[in-house]
């Protein structure tokens, strides 16, 4: 059975930072892009970043660079998402997806960010 299963997620004031995990089980991890992707209310979801099979490439949409740091560990089949000065504009729901094919998505975690 696929799982995605992402945690981290909170209420934050700007500036703060936040560091999601993407906990992966049930497929092979390693052969798998892996991406972030966001979705405010009213809006339609936005791919946030990307990480390659190896970890060797990554991208950012142009809102997030500087800020956000994606990475992976292959050998816990997680991926993550550091998020650093952030901003209320950052505020939704995060979601991981094995980004190969049709991929995998998994339930998402709310980020907040708000004074």
């Known amino acids: 059975q696929v799982q995605l299963v992402e945690s981290g997620g909170g209420l934050v004031q700007p500036g703060g930072s936040l560091r999601l995990s993407c906990a992966a089980s049930?497929?092979?991890?390693?052969?798998?892009?892996m991406s972030w992707y966001r979705q405010a209310p009213g809006k339609e979801r936005e791919l946030v970043a990307t990480i390659s099979i190896f970890g060797s490439t990554t991208n950012y949409v142009d809102s997030v660079k500087g800020r956000f740091t994606i990475s992976r560990d292959n050998a816990k089949s997680t991926v993550y998402l550091e998020m650093n000065s952030l901003k209320p504009e950052d505020t939704a729901m995060y979601f991981c997806k094995a980004d190969r094919g049709e991929g995998y998505w998994g339930q998402g975690t709310q980020v907040t960010v708000s004074s």
């Open positions: 049930g497929f092979a991890f390693s052969w798998y892009p």
